[in-house]
Every structure is written in structure tokens, then in C-alpha cells.
């Protein structure tokens, strides 16, 4: 058989999807527990996330994507251009900081938003556990979050470098605060499950963010996907489990 003909008999290559989970370099936003930050504009702190470009730039990333809503990723890559073109810095966020410095070092032409957003109500789930007098559940759900928030929100955690603080946020420890979802979705009675009700919004959130990932993957591609930490155990879970695609873990590079 020629060469072509045996090229095109092997099947294709399959993708890889790297979750590289992020805490918000802002701090705000519309997380329940919002983390503790620093100035990532100090020369300090952008050596530190040269160090984290480095590492995952030897993973060598064809396509970048990241959390935004696709409605903004016409204007999200106007300003990825002026910022390649030198008319434009990065601000203060990890969409920018990790996402378009490193797209700009590989030469990609553009980024990816592949957010979904659905909404989701704490006192909802928290109103009807009450209402229901399931104090065991709250008094174990406070209890669960208590040390997470307290960790999430230091000043050691701020002072952590970049590099230690996306290792830790991509741990296995950190990735099993996931855990209390589940806390959450048992809250409410059987006439009002107002738990499941708001789960089932956040894991359809993040299945319709991981069906936007696999619409961009393509034969070969190595997809990078600059994220908010809390949504990465369902994107590694859908992503293990997809027969089409390969996941790789950024520990392996981050480490």
C-alpha cells in the first residue's frame, strides 16, 4: 500500500483536553466562596506566572479556551489582537494572564469562550433544607465548608506563588470540595427538592461547557482549557468518559 493509503486508514488521532483548573485572579465574582488575591501586575507576581506559561507551554496547546460566555469571544479576540499587535496590556485576569500570554506565545491567532451560564440559588437549596428541618444537613454542609472557606479566603493562601496555587487547586484535595454539591442536592422535601432542582442546573452547566469543548477538539488537537477550579471535577469526569477524547492532567506539567 502507498503511504497516503496507509495514512488514511489509521484512524484518527484522538484529542487531548487538558482542565487546568484556576482560582479567579480578581477574587470577585459569582462564586459562594470567592478567593483571596494579590496584585498579579507586580514583577514579582508576573515572573511567577512566566514560570506557569513555561510549563504549559511545553504541553504545546493548539487550541486555548476559556471561561466566557461565546457571546463575548468577538471582542475577547479583538483585544487578544491589539495585545499581540502591542497596543493593548493584560489585565488582571487569568482569562488573560494564562490564557491569551500563552496563546500569544505559540502564535495562535485566536481563543475560545466556551462558558454556559444558568444561574444558581444557595438560599434556595439552604431555605428549603431549613423549612424542612433538616438541620443535620446544614449543620454537615457548614461544616464541610467552613475549612475550605477559610483556606480559600487566608492571607497565606494570597501569598502562595501561582505555581503552588494552580498545583493545589488542581489536587485531588481540592478537587473533592466537589463533594459538597451532593450535600446541597439533597436539600428540600419530596414537594419541594429544591437541592436537586439547583444541581441539576449545575451539572447541566457544566455538561453544556464540556459539549462546547468537544465541539472545538479536532483530529490531533491538544486543547487547553483555562478554568474556574469548582468546575473541574465535572469536566474531568465528562471528559474521561467521552470515547472520543483523551484527558491529560496539568499536574504533569505543573509539577
Known amino acids: ?58 504541553y504545546a496547546p493548539t487550541r486555548i479556551l476559556v471561561e466566557l460566555e461565546p457571546e463575548g469571544e ?18 488582571v485576569n487569568e482569562r488573560q494572564q494564562i490564557g491569551m500570554a500563552l496563546a500569544a506565545r505559540l502564535g495562535h491567532d485566536r ?30 454542609f457548614e461544616a464541610f465548608l467552613a475549612p475550605i472557606q ?8 494570597a501569598a502562595l506563588p501561582v505555581l503552588d496555587r494552580l498545583i493545589e487547586t488542581n489536587s485531588a484535595e481540592q478537587v473533592g ?33 464540556f459539549a462546547n469543548i468537544a465541539r472545538i477538539a479536532g483530529p490531533g488537537d491538544r486543547l487547553l482549557v483555562v478554568y474556574g477550579g469548582g468546575h473541574k471535577y465535572l469536566l474531568d469526569q465528562f471528559v474521561d468518559s467521552a470515547p472520543n477524547l483523551e484527558r491529560v492532567d496539568p499536574l504533569a506539567y505543573l509539577q
Open 74 to 91: 468577538m471582542a475577547f479576540n479583538q483585544a487578544y489582537a491589539e495585545y499581540r499587535a502591542g497596543e493593548r496590556a493584560l489585565t
Open 1 to 58: 500500500m502507498s503511504s497516503a493509503a496507509l495514512a488514511q486508514s489509521e484512524p484518527e488521532q484522538t484529542p487531548q483536553v487538558m482542565i487546568l483548573g484556576s482560582f479567579h485572579f480578581t477574587g470577585g465574582g459569582s462564586d459562594y466562596v470567592n478567593a483571596a488575591v494579590d496584585d498579579y501586575l507586580s514583577p514579582e507576581r508576573q515572573a511567577e506566572i512566566a514560570d506557569v506559561l513555561d510549563r504549559l507551554e511545553a
Open 150 to 157: 477559610a483556606q480559600m479566603t487566608s492571607p497565606e493562601e
Open 177 to 209: 470540595y466537589h463533594d459538597l454539591y451532593l450535600l446541597l442536592a439533597q436539600m428540600g422535601p419530596a414537594d419541594n427538592p429544591a437541592g436537586a432542582e439547583q444541581m441539576e442546573l449545575w451539572w447541566g452547566r457544566n455538561l453544556h461547557i
Open 111 to 140: 481563543l475560545y469562550a466556551v462558558d454556559y451560564s444558568n444561574g444558581m440559588d444557595f438560599d434556595a437549596m439552604l431555605g428549603a433544607a431549613q423549612a424542612a428541618g433538616q438541620t443535620d444537613l446544614v449543620a454537615r
